[in-house]
């Protein structure tokens, strides 16, 4: 058995690998690498030219699922990420990518969640919103702290933990990425200290890694980076089991010296090896910590 045979039930592939390709492109190749879940990450921030205000729609959904069928491939999770509560009609544009998701056949949305100076436009957010998550069965999977802003309601999975609670709401969870976590504190919170904050109400894991590269900081393959997924997965599982986790291997982009993202000038579209490697290296990780 191939290393993604004994986790492909559990592990998804985020598009971002692929950033520069086409869509379809991406899909095909992650098809070839062995997947069973591909997780589209449609954010407006890495593809400005094609996530406009009509993006948005059930038959983009419709469109994006016949992709994916084509390559033999299914959805259980989707980024759609921006902020809610910033604008009154943030309900109304979550509600589009909700429609979009669930044309899609994600059982997962992921999101940001807000800055904490619109926290009330959130919970107000998240009112309107409940309703359509329950008839479409949907989970919002908010993310730490997506917008990578720094006073974001969810930096840590801490934070997540406490915005759980306050929420008590089946629909909406947490997508824990502690790749961001190290990365948004600037080295200041590590997330093999925090991951079992957020574990309880994780509906996904967003698995990323941080290597050190002189003065910046190259996005790599999981296992071979700053961050210990191997206290953090084991950890996760020794308690709840295997989760749903899904590789976002951002190698177009890299972070600067303060830690902050930007593009990765080395290239304008990843080199199809590197792609691959970088997927297999982190497959055989996870499928030899977890399979």
């Known amino acids: 058995m191939c290393d993604i045979e004994k986790i492909a039930d559990y592990l998804a592939l985020n598009t ?59 959805v259980k999770s989707v980024g759609v990420h921006f902020n809610m509560g910033d604008h009154p009609e943030d309900a109304e544009e979550m509600k589009k990518r909700i429609d979009f998701a669930k044309e899609m056949g994600a059982a997962v949305i992921i999101s940001n969640g807000a800055v904490r100076q619109n926290a009330k436009g959130f ?53 824990y990425d502690a790749s961001n976590v190290y990365s948004y504190s600037k080295g200041s919170v590590l997330p093999e200290d925090d991951y079992l904050n957020a574990a309880p109400y994780n509906a996904c894991l967003h698995l990323k890694q941080l290597k050190k590269d002189g003065d910046r900081w190259r996005f790599s393959a999981v296992g071979d980076g700053v961050t210990d997924y191997g206290l953090i997965l084991k950890g996760i599982q020794a308690r709840y089991g295997i989760p749903y986790m899904s590789l976002e291997l951002p190698i177009n982009h890299m972070r600067d010296h303060t830690l902050s993202i930007c593009k990765n000038p080395d290239f304008r579209v990843p080199p199809d090896r590197l792609i691959r490697d970088t997927v297999k290296d982190s497959v055989k990780y996870v499928a030899d910590l977890m399979g």
């Open 16 to 74: 971002l690998v692929f950033h520069g390709k086409k869509f379809e492109e991406a899909f095909a190749m992650a098809a070839e690498l062995g997947f069973k879940y591909v997780e589209p990450a449609c954010i407006k921030n890495y593809y400005p030219e094609i996530i406009d205000d009509n993006f948005f729609s059930s038959a983009t959904g419709r469109q994006f699922s016949e992709m994916a069928a084509t390559s033999g491939l299914k």
């Open 123 to 175: 919970f107000d957010c998240i009112e309107k919103l409940t309703p359509v998550l329950e008839d479409y069965g949907l989970v919002l999977a908010l993310e730490n702290p997506g917008c990578g802003a720094p006073d974001s309601i969810i930096a840590t999975g801490a934070d997540g933990a406490r915005l759980m609670e306050r929420l008590g709401n089946p629909h909406v969870k947490l997508n």
